[in-house]
């Protein structure tokens, strides 16, 4: 049987898509809005903060910049950890109707994303995205892939499609 021939009694083919990264655009438009919700999410818990501990604006130091990136990647890949974890999805994908699964299709699981947060601090892989292919090195390294985030087609929609 060719690769282009459907068995027309396996319906798990019929409903099946095919899974291909969503573009470069999307993805930096993910990157963006994710960091403005981050930003916007920081800044309401810091004001809140400010706001029951007033004492606390008044102490602060200077930090050591390591320190500072480093509390920095923590809160952000926290962002990612809940968000992936709890919707899963970020507020940035949601808007651009993608989402992140897994070689299988599937959702990642907690460790899959963590991973792949994780690995997001290593500053080349934003260079990552320069390639043809929108494939960041946390998906890579994470086995991953944001894809666009369509509804599963139907069985009557599904027959509809199906190559002469």
Avoid: C
Wanted: hydrophobic share 45%; no cysteine.
């Amino acid at each position: 049987m060719d690769t282009l021939s459907r068995d027309l009694l396996n319906a798990d083919e019929l409903l099946g898509n095919l899974v291909t990264p969503t573009s470069r655009l999307k993805r930096l438009a993910n990157f963006l809005l994710d960091l403005v919700f981050f930003y916007i999410i920081v800044f309401t818990i810091g004001l809140i903060v400010m706001l029951i501990y007033p004492e606390i604006g008044y102490s602060f130091e200077p930090i050591n910049p390591l320190v500072d990136r480093l509390i920095g990647t923590l809160f952000y890949s926290t962002y990612y950890v809940i968000f992936k974890t709890w919707l899963g999805k970020t507020l940035g994908k949601i808007i651009t109707k993608t989402k992140v699964v897994n070689k299988q299709g599937q959702k990642p699981d907690f460790s899959t994303v963590l991973v792949r947060n994780l690995v997001r601090a290593i500053p080349l892989d934003a260079f990552t995205f320069l390639r043809e292919n929108p494939i960041g090195m946390h998906d890579r390294m994470s086995n991953t892939m944001v894809i666009d985030d369509r509804p599963l087609l139907t069985l009557d929609q599904s027959l509809h499609i199906i190559p002469d």
